[in-house]
């Protein structure tokens, strides 16, 4: 997954599977930097939160460790990004994660990115993926997705995807939890508002009582996925074109990106409810 000339940038989110992958690649001597996007949820305080435990291991391992603010980006914090889009929030907050640590990888030579990705989410999102045939986000469900160089975007430059990993998609959530606690790694425990009610917190869940009935399902479930579907449909279903963003000059198969859509709907939106604000509450 990792040259040795590697610049990698880990997804960092203060959660368990983000800061123990940051531990484990850093003692493994790689080069990882850590990239904490500050999503502005405060409902529980979260975002503040969660920044705190990944300053804390930073402290610890030394490594850098850049911090985004998602508003500061997009001009409004995830929540009312989620809500404008009117997708799931974490379908929206997804996109907009995806689309921030690629920009920044990008443009800070960074040549990985790594993400915590353990093996109860990879299965819950095949799951997730295969009750509903959603035939193209199974192609791409890959534990490493290739570097894609589109050349360059106008005044933006060179434009691409960079490599992504998930190093940890052969452990369980239980396995990544015992290893940041033997480590002495604190972690946000609290979930992120958003999450209640999620369908991949369902499939996680019924995947685990398969599991107790019929242990070892789960992996058997995921990795003769990836070893023998998942190429086969990355060969017949290839990836639809990319190309420069009319907006943001980020790749996308659109004229417009989806991130640039949701940011575009945001500002619509705060700009009819901002008239009748100011109305109500000269
Ligand atoms: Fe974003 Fe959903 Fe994860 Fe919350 S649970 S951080 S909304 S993707
Ligand atoms: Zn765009």
């Known amino acids: 997954m990792i040259e040795p000339s590697d610049k990698v940038l880990v997804a960092v989110s203060g959660g368990k599977d983000s800061l123990g992958l940051w531990f484990a690649l850093t003692q493994l001597g790689y080069e990882a930097d850590g990239l904490y996007l500050d999503l502005g949820i405060l409902s529980g305080e979260y975002s503040g939160r969660s920044k705190e435990f990944a300053m804390q291991l930073c402290e610890r391992i030394q ?3 850049h911090i985004v603010k998602v508003a500061d ?9 989620s809500f404008a889009s009117n997708r799931e929030p974490c379908s929206a907050c997804g996109a907009v994660k995806r689309y921030l640590f690629n920009k920044f990888a990008f443009e800070n030579g960074y040549t990985v990115i790594a993400t915590g990705h353990n093996l109860d989410d990879e299965a819950a999102t095949l799951l997730g ?6 035939i193209g986000y199974l192609a791409r469900q890959a534990p490493v997705l290739p570097e894609r160089v589109l050349g360059f975007g106008g005044e933006q430059g ?20 015992l290893f940041t606690i033997i480590n002495r790694i604190p972690y946000i425990e609290q979930e992120c508002p958003f999450a209640v009610g999620a369908a991949s ?8 009582k398969i599991e107790e009935r019929s242990p070892g399902t789960k992996w058997a479930f995921y990795s003769q996925f990836v070893e023998q579907v998942q190429p086969l449909l990355d060969e017949r279903f290839p990836e639809p074109e990319l190309r420069p963003c009319a907006r943001c000059g980020m790749p996308t198969t659109a004229e417009i990106c989806s991130v640039c859509r949701i940011k575009e709907r945001a500002n619509k939106l705060v700009a009819e409810i901002k008239p009748q604000c100011v109305e109500h509450n000269p």
């Open 63 to 65: 490594p850098a460790l």
């Open 129 to 134: 993926n295969v009750l509903r045939w959603q």
């Open 201 to 208: 917190l369902f499939y996680k869940d019924l995947l685990n």
């Open 73 to 81: 980006e997009m001009g409004k914090p995830v929540p009312v990004l």
């Open 158 to 177: 060179r434009i691409g995807l960079v490599k992504r990993i998930k190093p940890f998609v052969r452990f369980t959530e239980k396995q990544v939890a």
